[in-house]
């Protein structure tokens, strides 16, 4: 299965630095999602976290760089949300429905995703089996987004759509692809 190509956006008050791009693609083969970033540009004036040690499930990875990624069973209030940061820690919460109900998910003690950095170029790839939370007959929405953090402190927000008045990945309305 060749998958979904994406772009993401900056959310319309906020601006990504000249030459700056986040492409990547999606993709579901049986039960078995792929997801793949690239940051591509001038890196050096982004903040990107530096390869950690010892990856290990951590909180609050959205105050730094940051991609992210949510799953809902179609027509289900339910939801997941995965954070990766490019230091390798990770983390994944499951919600009853609207930022309600938040906590960790437990059917996950690991992320295996890969970091590459070069240059101008960061990679982020994620192969990710979801038997264990998605029955593999049920259709996907997916919403894909990332945080990026400036050398100046700024806070961009990304995604593949905005439809609030405010950056908020959680928008159900924002979940536009469909994964089968």
């Not at 806070?155 to 405010?166: D, K, N, Q, S, V």
Request: hydrophobic share 40%; proline share 7%; net charge neutral.
């Amino acid at each position: 299965m060749k998958g979904l190509n994406f772009v993401l956006k900056p959310f319309p008050s906020d601006s990504l630095p000249p030459h700056l791009e986040i492409i990547g693609n999606i993709s579901r083969v049986f039960n078995t999602l792929n997801l793949s970033y690239v940051l591509s540009g001038s890196l050096a004036e982004l903040v990107i976290p530096v390869p950690a040690d010892m990856p290990a499930r951590r909180n609050a990875l959205w105050k730094e760089t940051c991609f992210e990624f949510f799953l809902a069973l179609k027509g289900s209030n339910q939801y997941w949300e995965f954070n990766l940061s490019p230091a390798g820690h990770w983390n994944v919460f499951s919600f009853k429905s609207y930022r309600h109900g938040m906590k960790e998910e437990p059917s996950f003690t690991s992320l295996p995703f890969m970091v590459r950095r070069e240059t101008e170029i960061l990679r982020l790839s994620l192969k990710l089996d979801l038997p264990e939370i998605i029955p593999a007959d049920q259709t996907l929405n997916v919403a894909i987004s990332s945080v990026i953090k400036t050398q100046n402190g700024e806070m961009i927000h990304c995604a593949l759509t905005h439809p609030g008045t405010r950056a908020d990945f959680h928008r159900r309305d924002s979940f536009i692809l469909e994964l089968k």
